[in-house]
């Protein structure tokens, strides 16, 4: 197996991991603050990627790709949990999960913007097309309502996901794909702590089980586990090409949204993810 083959292997891997994450913030919302989800799981994680870099001794990274660490933090340590929170007060899983659609493109040009990656101009016109069904779907559907705040929430989710990947992608060349990922957490924990501490509910005993059990999943798995696959993946198969994977997300998604919270999934849902599906994966062809 090639170094392309590994890479769409591991993002699989990755996406599949991510792709419970709203379904399990929609749940952890309903009884804890999208700040102390986004807090706490970082909480979680920081400290067990703290515990793994201590028990492999590795060195510390340099002034440079600190700077960096710090970029990849703020996109997928903080930005995209919080703002996806934030954005799952007010509108179902399935829907916040059909703007995963538009991750690749954004994952994308961070690419070329960070890691000078150069795909061929049809690579953005099947892109940007799938991407336009995205943006489409959400403009039109519900008759043509106005986009809702968490819509909006969604969109800057996706842009500041998208750099976050694409550096941590980069970065990951030099530093390995689970040792970027803890780094970040690492760097982020002292502030998470703190503000984990300030967010936390009154009285924990009104918090049923169903969100504590999201909560370990997005820390554990999330924000952790399914990053030591997914940056392993951008890095050594392309970040551009193996970016495109995450249109798998949405099907897998849209499925645990229906199975596990009971939502609705429209004809419209569907047709979206599969127009978009077919436009990546003539994206990933000419990549």
């Given at each position: 197996m090639n170094s392309t083959n590994d890479g769409f292997l591991y993002g699989f891997i990755g996406v599949v991991i991510f792709a419970g994450s709203l379904p399990a913030t929609r749940i952890?919302?309903?009884?804890?603050?999208?700040?102390?989800?986004?807090?706490?799981?970082?909480s979680i994680a920081g400290i067990i990627g703290l515990i793994c870099l201590i028990a492999t001794k590795q060195i510390k990274p340099n002034y440079r790709q600190f700077k960096s660490l710090l970029i990849v933090a703020s996109g997928v340590v903080i930005g995209f949990p919080l703002l996806t929170a934030l954005a799952l007060q007010t509108i179902t899983a399935a829907r916040s999960i059909?703007?995963?659609?538009?991750?690749?493109?954004?994952?994308?040009?961070?690419?070329v913007i960070c890691a000078n990656e150069k795909p061929k101009p049809i690579f953005w016109l099947f892109a940007i097309l799938g991407s336009s069904f995205v943006a489409g779907y959400m403009l039109l559907h519900d008759q043509g309502q106005i986009l809702q705040i968490g819509d909006l929430y969604m969109i800057a989710?996706?842009?500041i996901c998208g750099l976050g990947y694409a550096e941590g992608g980069k970065l990951s060349r030099e530093l390995?794909?689970?040792?970027?990922?803890?780094?970040?957490?690492?760097?982020?924990?002292p502030i998470m702590l703190v503000l984990s501490y300030l967010y936390a509910p009154i009285d924990y005993s009104?918090?049923?089980?169903?969100?504590?059990?999201?909560?370990?999943?997005?820390?554990?798995?999330?924000?952790?586990?399914?990053?030591?696959?997914?940056?392993?993946g951008l890095a050594i198969g392309g970040i551009s090409k193996v970016g495109q994977i995450q249109l798998m997300?949405?099907?897998?998604?849209?499925?645990?949204?229906?199975?596990?919270?009971?939502?609705?999934?429209?004809?419209?849902?569907?047709?979206?993810?599969?127009?978009?599906?077919?436009?990546v994966g003539l994206a990933k062809k000419y990549a």
């Open positions: 952890g919302v309903m009884d804890f603050s999208p700040e102390f989800m986004t807090f706490a799981r970082a059909v703007f995963v659609g538009m991750l690749p493109l954004s994952t994308a040009i961070f690419a989710a996706v842009l390995g794909g689970w040792q970027v990922i803890c780094w970040a957490l690492t760097i982020m924990l009104v918090v049923q089980i169903g969100p504590i059990l999201s909560l370990i999943y997005v820390a554990l798995f999330s924000t952790l586990i399914g990053f030591f696959f997914w940056y392993k997300q949405p099907f897998i998604g849209m499925v645990l949204s229906a199975v596990v919270l009971h939502e609705n999934i429209d004809l419209a849902m569907i047709v979206v993810s599969i127009a978009v599906v077919i436009c």
